[in-house]
Nanobody
Framework: QLQASGGGLVQAGGSLRLSCAAS????????MGWFRQAPGKEREFVAA????????YYADSVKARFTFSRDNTKNTVHLQMNSLKPEDTAVYYC???????????????WGQGTQVTVSS
């Protein structure tokens, strides 16, 4: 089970830190990913982190603004989001998969989502 938290309302240029806690399984066995879905839009990839945390991959739209990290001792991952823009407004979902990929179809485990709203 994946539990996402940390969403909220922030002004453009502000920061938020999302967290995702894994229970019932060892997070270090999985690549973790963040995806987001804005109203009326398809779900899109945001970032992925390898099982060890040694490799990360970001969507171009968030590169250099978002940082994905993990603490396998706590079965938790974090997405630090800086310089937020109104277009970052979406429901953010954490997910887990066995391979290092940006493809949502490869992620078999999903959290419930947390709302991020960025006002202009």
């Amino acid at each position: 089970q994946l539990q996402a938290s940390g969403g909220g309302l922030v002004q453009a240029g502000g920061s938020l830190r999302l967290s995702c806690a894994a229970s019932g399984r060892t997070a270090s066995s999985y690549t973790m990913g963040w995806f987001r879905q804005a109203p009326g839009k398809e779900r899109e990839f945001v970032a992925a982190i390898s099982r060890s945390g040694g490799s990360t991959y970001y969507a171009d739209s968030v590169k250099a603004r978002f940082t994905f990290s993990r603490d396998n001792t706590k079965n938790t991952v974090h997405l630090q989001m800086n310089s937020l823009k109104p277009e970052d407004t979406a429901v953010y979902y954490c997910a887990a998969t066995r391979i290092f990929t940006a493809a949502a179809s490869e992620y078999g485990y999903w959290g419930q989502g947390t709302q991020v709203t960025v006002s202009s």
